[in-house]
């Protein structure tokens, strides 16, 4: 399947083959969301935690004789049922990863591709070059009608690119081992160089 390549400035640069099984397939939306799923799980902190009984500032001095009181017997004001006691059963800190077969992950990138493709929000470019002036790259980022883009390049991306396109809004650069379902799927538009799809290409075979 061919898709023809575009400069910077708009002008054409011929086309390019791409893979159908990576660019041609019908996008599964259970593939995608169990990919991000496992993105999403995998990047939380899992840092939340709450003071059990044995952590909280109180006395452990018996609040009141066990008998007589004609109320419950309590041991200490720590306990979870009186006012700044302990939390019982409350989040403790741990991981909230999970594992995912490789071949899983490598079917939902070629997923997320084809379906970037299939709505036609997938562009090709020449190269990814620029001085590292950010107002020159936004002009032309402005022109070519991206307004949430994230561009892969091929093993390594432009330092001048890199440089001129931190300061735009919406407009993000990875090199090809960094892209990732969950990044592809969250921008309107995917902006591929032509050193980019040879990469992810050589990567998803």
Known sequence: ??????????GKAGSVDLIEDIFGLEPRS????SVVRWQRN????????????????????????QKGTGGARHGARSAPIFRKGGVYKGPTPRSHA??????????????ALSAKMATGSLVVIDTADADGKTATLAKLVKNLGWKRALVIDG???NEGFAKAAANITGLDVLPSMGANVYDILKRDTLVLTKAGVEALEARLK
Do not use: C, F, N, W
């Open 1 to 10: 399947m061919k898709l023809d390549v575009i400069k910077l400035d708009g």
């Open 30 to 33: 259970d593939i995608l969301h």
């Open 98 to 111: 999970h594992d995912l077969p490789k071949k899983v992950r490598k079917l939902g990138l070629k997923h």
């Open 42 to 65: 995998k990047a939380q902190a899992g840092t939340h935690k709450v003071k059990t009984r044995s952590e909280v500032s109180y006395s452990t001095k018996k609040i009141y004789r």
């Open 155 to 157: 093993a390594e991306v």
